[in-house]
Antibody, heavy 122, light 110 residues
Framework: QVQLVQSGAEVKQPGASVKVSCKAS????????VHWVRQAPGQGLEWLGW????????SYAQKFRGWVTMTRDTSISTAYMELSRLTSDDTAVYYC???????????????WGQGTLVTVSS | QSALTQPASVSGSPGQSITISCTGA?????????VSWYQQHPGKAPKLMIY???NRPSGVSGRFSGSKSGNTASLTISGLQAEDEADYYC??????????FGVGTRVTVL
């Protein structure tokens, strides 16, 4: 069965960077786009961007351009999201999510990781 | 890209039907049939309930249905049940090949 397993919770100081991983299993990793979504405590969902696992192409929400980087390592079926210059506003649960259909980019997130809590605090 | 507009809360009694609206623009909701809806219970990851405006993934109850008119999409829950109490988010593909979520709607079963 399809699974997305994310790395564990992180505590970071303001100004630092965090890199969250998302290991996929149960399907052909390169066939599906992976997106990243975050949710601050008590707040709604916020889309950060996507990565084309096949060719490494990316697209980021305008708000995050310049300080988010999405990459992948196809040899270990893992996608990564790195966020730099962290502030307290970046405290949130970060999710990876897989598209419903292979090779499609429509934002239909059928499978989600379990979420990774990133806490930014001095 | 601004978040899509949803009512903050909607409530209904068991067995009733409720509808949640999701308003965007011609560059997102109105321009593409790629609107999806997610249900989220506290402490859980979101669950896909509707995709491509009207389609239900396998395993999602037929009580959930979607529609769209112009720049506004809607999710209707028929025969409301206690387990439907959750937060609901719409999402749309955009002309910038990005995604945008709605602000979310809290559904309360009275």
């Amino acid at each position: 069965q399809v699974q997305l397993v994310q790395s564990g919770a992180e505590v970071k100081q303001p100004g630092a960077s965090v890199k969250v991983s998302c290991k996929a299993s149960g399907y052909t990793f390169s066939d599906y786009y992976v997106h990243w979504v975050r949710q601050a405590p008590g707040q709604g969902l916020e889309w950060l961007g996507w990565i084309n696992i096949n060719n490494g192409g990316t697209s980021y929400a305008q708000k995050f351009r310049g300080w988010v980087t999405m990459t992948r390592d196809t040899s270990i079926s893992t996608a990564y999201m790195e966020l730099s210059r962290l502030t307290s506003d970046d405290t949130a649960v970060y999710y990876c999510a897989r598209e419903l259909r292979g090779s499609w980019l429509t934002g239909d997130f059928e499978y989600w990781g379990q979420g990774t809590l990133v806490t930014v605090s001095s | 890209q601004s978040a899509l507009t949803q009512p903050a809360s909607v409530s209904g009694s068991p067995g009733q039907s409720i509808t949640i609206s999701c308003t965007g623009a011609s560059s997102d909701v109105g321009g593409y049939n790629y609107v999806s809806w997610y249900q989220q219970h506290p402490g859980k990851a979101p669950k896909l309930m509707i995709y491509d405006v009207i389609n239900r993934p396998s395993g999602v109850s037929g009580r959930f249905s979607g529609s769209k008119s112009g720049n506004t999409a809607s999710l209707t829950i028929s025969g409301l049940q206690a387990e439907d109490e959750a937060d609901y988010y719409c999402s749309s593909y955009t002309s910038s090949t990005t995604q945008v979520f709605g602000v979310g709607t809290r559904v309360t079963v009275l």
